[in-house]
Each structure stands twice: as C-alpha cells, then as structure tokens.
C-alpha cells in the first residue's frame, strides 16, 4: 500500500482465495492446502499466512451473516418469528449470546437499510 493511499484500504484488502480441498486430500490428517508440500519456509510462512487471513476473514463474514439471520427470524414483524431460546438452540449458542446477536444483526440490517429499519 503506498502512503497516498487511506488506510481503509489496507482493512478492505481481499484475503487469499480458499482453494479446493479434493476429498481424498481432505481425508488425509497431514494434507491441508498443500501446506505440507512447500519446502521453502519463507514460501510456506506465506502461505499459511495468507490462508489464516482468509479464515478470519470468512470467520467475520460468516458471523455477520449467522446474526442477520438471527435478527431477521427474531423480527417481530414476523409471524413465525422465533424467540432468542428458539434460534439459541438452533444455532447451538446460549440465549444470552442469542440475544447479542440478534442484536448486532439489528445494527448491520440498520446500517445497511435504514428507511427499513
């Protein structure tokens, strides 16, 4: 990143793609993504890098996404709403956490739609 550009840049920088991992390889507890096959330990640090960036990556994502779902079951707006025991159990999370994320889900549904919500 050169220093002209903001530094908003650098937290929005795309993680390394997950490659596909064949079942054959998947089945293997020594195989995972090829890792075991770099020799290079500059090569290997980073490539075991860019994959640890990639999952924490799809780890927020994923949690982002698991707390809109939350909001939105939990909409009162719904006749099937569920309560924050129901999706607590669905998602195998307590209430209290349940509560949380419905919550932040909430928060990004506002911040995304705000004439909606």
């Known amino acids: 990143?050169?220093?002209?550009e903001p530094a908003s840049a650098e937290r929005r920088m795309r993680p390394?793609?997950?490659l596909?991992?064949?079942?054959?390889?998947a089945e293997d507890p020594e195989h995972f993504f090829e890792l075991e096959s770099i020799e290079?330990?500059?090569q290997l640090l980073a490539r075991a890098t860019e994959l640890t960036h990639a999952f924490r990556a799809a780890t927020d994502r994923s949690m982002e996404f698991q707390a809109i779902a939350a909001?939105?079951?939990?909409?009162?707006?719904?006749?099937?709403?569920?309560t924050a025991a129901a999706?607590?159990?669905?998602?195998?999370w307590t209430e209290e956490y349940a509560l949380k994320m419905v919550e932040y889900g909430r928060d990004l549904?506002?911040?995304?739609?705000p004439d909606q919500y």
Do not use: K, Q
């Open 16 to 18: 390394a793609p997950l």
């Open 87 to 92: 999706i607590a159990e669905r998602a195998e």
């Open 40 to 42: 290079d330990p500059r």
């Open 109 to 113: 549904l506002r911040a995304a739609h």
């Open 20 to 25: 596909f991992e064949p079942t054959t390889a």
């Open 71 to 82: 909001a939105r079951l939990a909409d009162p707006r719904r006749f099937d709403r569920l």
């Open 1 to 4: 990143m050169s220093e002209s």
